[in-house]
Nanobody, 124 residues
Framework: QVQLVESGGGLVQAGASLRLSCAVS????????MAWFRQAPGKEREFVAA????????NYADSVKGRFTISRDNARSTVYLQMNSLKPEDTAVYFC?????????????????WGQGTQVTVSS
């Protein structure tokens, strides 16, 4: 099992940008698909974005497509989520997740390691 630590959340106004980081421990980072999920109060945890182990394939939820970008730096064992044009509906706790597989999935069951989450709050 790997350990993940998210950072970069905060309180911003609508239209602003944030970059979330997820530092990952372990020796198999470069072979693991990584993903970001988010959960708002009273809502189910939902898929946001994912990236394959080599970083050659990405996937995004329709709600964030065109605004968010997931990337990874395997040399630094870090995955990022660049969030632009933030909306109040983006307010949630954002979680980083690691999969034992190289191919990404949208289902959270495919991910075996999770960070503790970082709060993102977007005011109108």
């Amino acid at each position: 099992q790997v350990q993940l630590v998210e950072s970069g959340g905060g309180l911003v106004q609508a239209g602003a940008s944030l970059r979330l980081s997820c530092a990952v421990s372990g020796r198999t980072f470069g072979t693991r698909a990584m993903a970001w999920f988010r959960q708002a109060p009273g809502k189910e945890r939902e898929f946001v974005a994912a990236i394959s182990g080599r970083g050659t394939s990405t996937n995004y939820a329709d709600s964030v497509k065109g605004r968010f970008t997931i990337s990874r730096d395997n040399a630094r064992s870090t995955v990022y989520l660049q969030m632009n044009s933030l909306k109040p509906e983006d307010t949630a706790v954002y979680f980083c997740a690691a999969s034992p597989l190289s191919r990404w999935y949208e289902n959270r069951a495919a991910y075996d390691s999770w960070g503790q989450g970082t709060q993102v709050t977007v005011s109108s």
